[in-house]
T-cell receptor
Framework: DAGVTQSPTHLIKTRGQHVTLRCSPISGHKSVSWYQQVLGQGPQFIFQ???????GRGNFPDRFSARQFPNYSSELNVNALLLGDSALYLC???????????FGSGTRLTVV | QQQVKQSPQSLIVQKGGISIINCAYENTAFDYFPWYQQFPGKGPALLIAIRPDVSEKKEGRFTISFNKSAKQFSLHIMDSQPGDSATYFCAAAANSGAGSYQLTFGKGTKLSVIP
């Protein structure tokens, strides 16, 4: 079975630009969460979606937004990119909104 | 505010030795404590997890010890192998309302197992 799929794997953006990251959860998984992992740190929670509804939001500015589609895939959008947004963005999926999350390999975003 | 404190930051262990990583938490609402292993260029992979009603859980060479009163938990890797060389993260989760379970991660421990 395919795991959590994220695209693109890497991208480079310029300050002020907008970026969209995509995530396809494991088949049958209805919950998707997004995490930001800065180099040398643990992942930090950004959003959780379950059955297309936002169930949680971490301490991130309004420049960050997300949504979940009817097929349970998800997008993370970041507007007005800052250098500090450079990080590995991880998507995790789970069958329920509870535990047992499986992470994808992430999207490495570099803002220059 | 860091809610999960992890130590040590890095660890070097000889092949066949025991690797021990410790974590402490503050939020007594946490009720799920997983450990993740992360290799370079990969996402974290769930190794083993425990709930606070159990003091120890073992899966193969990996054991979690949990001390609820001290609000501490640790990962023991027995018979450590070079293939175990990776970064390990402890995490904790609680229901933050509306059915949301956010993982709060420690800062990670880089384990190097030398032959």
């Amino acid at each position: 079975d395919a795991g959590v799929t994220q695209s693109p794997t890497h991208l480079i953006k310029t300050r002020g630009q907008h970026v969209t990251l995509r995530c396809s959860p494991i088949s049958g998984h209805k919950s998707v969460s997004w995490y930001q992992q800065v180099l040398g740190q643990g992942p930090q929670f950004i959003f959780q979606y379950y059955e297309k509804e936002e169930r949680g939001r971490g301490n991130f500015p309004d420049r960050f937004s997300a949504r979940q589609f009817p097929n349970y895939s998800s997008e993370l959008n970041v507007n007005a990119l800052l250098l500090g947004d450079s990080a590995l963005y991880l998507c995790a999926s789970s069958f329920s909104a509870a535990y047992g999350y499986t992470f994808g390999s992430g999207t490495r975003l570099t803002v220059v | 505010q860091q809610q999960v404190k992890q130590s040590p930051q890095s660890l070097i262990v000889q092949k066949g030795g025991i690797s021990i990583i410790n974590c402490a938490y503050e939020n007594t609402a946490f009720d799920y404590f997983p450990w993740y292993q992360q290799f370079p260029g990969k996402g974290p992979a769930l190794l083993i997890a425990i709930r606070p009603d159990v003091s120890e859980k073992k899966e193969g060479r990996f054991t979690i010890s949990f001390n609820k009163s001290a609000k501490q938990f640790s990962l023991h890797i027995m018979d450590s192998q070079p293939g175990d060389s990776a970064t390990y993260f402890c995490a904790a989760a609680a229901n933050s309302g509306a059915g949301s379970y956010q993982l709060t991660f420690g800062k990670g421990t880089k384990l190097s197992v030398i032959p």
